[in-house]
């Protein structure tokens, strides 16, 4: 099935662990994203990348840092992980701009 | 800041009936608008939009109305059918090198049969 997929779905880890949220594409677009919908259910840009170059970074910490081996990958790292960190993270991507296709997301609760 | 705002956080009808979802925004630069439909444990999925140059856009039940003027969008749904209960998000984009969607915070649609 042609979708934007990501893994894990579920994440719970203890405060000051590092994770990985592996995020890929076979929809043959050249835009990822990140999102993230925080406990007031705001859904937020974090990252965007076009073509394995990054192109937005909305004032993140930099513990978290994205990582692109290719087009259709954009994994997110996160260091040290802190409890405000607790929420859900989406993937996308697009290819003209808009139109964006969201994978299922990934709750992360740090405790 | 909040450049797209939804102020109802929920809303209930009854099936068979009119929905209608309002949705405002603060930047008249945004150049398209869309509506995603997000059930739980799911990503949201796109289900209609409009560019800033329209004022309507009906895809069957479901018609985007825009008032630039008044940088106010609102979608309506009919009839509403109890599997249109979702949270829906308004959501709009400065189209660009570096666009992305902005999104309002969702409205949770109760649809009861």
């Known amino acids: 099935d042609t979708a934007v997929s990501q893994t894990p779905k579920y994440l719970v880890t203890q405060m000051g662990n590092d994770k990985s949220i592996k995020c890929e594409q076979n929809?043959?677009?050249?835009?990822m994203y990140w999102y993230k919908q925080d406990s007031k259910k705001f859904l937020k840009i974090m990252f965007s990348y076009n073509n394995k170059e990054l192109i937005i970074n909305e004032t993140v910490p930099n513990r978290f840092s994205p990582k692109s081996p290719d087009k259709a990958h954009l994994n997110l790292h996160i260091n040290s992980l802190e409890l405000g960190d607790s929420a859900v993270y989406f993937c996308?991507?697009?290819?003209?701009?808009?139109?964006?296709?969201f994978g299922s997301g990934t709750r992360l609760t740090v405790v | 800041d909040q450049q797209v705002k939804q102020n109802s956080p929920s809303l209930s009808v009854q099936e068979g009936r009119i929905s209608i979802l309002n949705c405002d925004y603060t930047n008249s630069m945004f150049d398209y608008f869309l509506w995603y439909k997000k059930y739980p444990a799911e990503g949201p999925t796109f289900l209609i939009s409009i560019s800033s140059i329209k004022d309507k856009n009906e895809d069957g039940r479901f018609t985007v109305f825009l008032n630039k003027s008044a940088k106010h969008l609102s979608l309506h749904i009919v009839p509403s059918q109890p599997g249109d209960s979702a949270v829906y998000f308004c959501a709009a984009i400065l189209t660009g090198a570096n666009s992305k969607l902005t999104f309002g915070k969702g409205i949770t649609l109760s649809v009861r049969p």
């Open positions: 929809l043959g677009h050249d835009t």
């Open positions: 996308a991507s697009s290819q003209v701009g808009y139109g964006y296709t």
